[in-house]
Nanobody, 123 residues
Framework: QVSLVESGGGPVQPGGSLRLSCVTS????????MGWFRQVGDKERESVAC???????AYKDFVKGRFIISRDNAKNTVYLQMNSLKVEDTAVYYC?????????????????WGQGTQVTVSS
């Protein structure tokens, strides 16, 4: 069965960096777009970044220039490098598998999700 397991979250000071990882199994990751989302409390889960099967990437404006999404298909792993973190980046971050090889960063076209990893940015 499909599995996505995030790791790498934790506490960090403003301006710091974290690297999230999402190890996948149960499907051929190289065939699908992957994405990172985040959620604060009961607010709607929002897209952060996506990476298509061809390696092309897209970001929401609020993380452009600070976050980098990447994938290592040989390791079945997707990463989110988060730099220059801000207090407002505090959230639970989720990895997601798209149902398609490519996806637009504003669309929620994902069929499987990880359990999430907490990122807390605080001084």
């Amino acid at each position: 069965q499909v599995s996505l397991v995030e790791s790498g979250g934790g506490p960090v000071q403003p301006g710091g960096s974290l690297r999230l990882s999402c190890v996948t199994s149960g499907f051929t990751m190289e065939d699908y777009a992957m994405g990172w989302f985040r959620q604060v409390g009961d607010k709607e889960r929002e897209s952060v970044a996506c990476i298509n099967s061809d390696g092309s990437t897209a970001y929401k404006d609020f993380v452009k220039g600070r976050f980098i999404i990447s994938r290592d298909n040989a390791k079945n792993t997707v990463y989110l490098q988060m730099n220059s973190l801000k207090v407002e980046d505090t959230a639970v971050y989720y990895c997601a598998k798209s149902a398609y090889p490519s996806v637009h960063v504003t669309k929620n076209e994902y069929d499987y999700w990880g359990q999430g990893t907490q990122v807390t940015v605080s001084s």
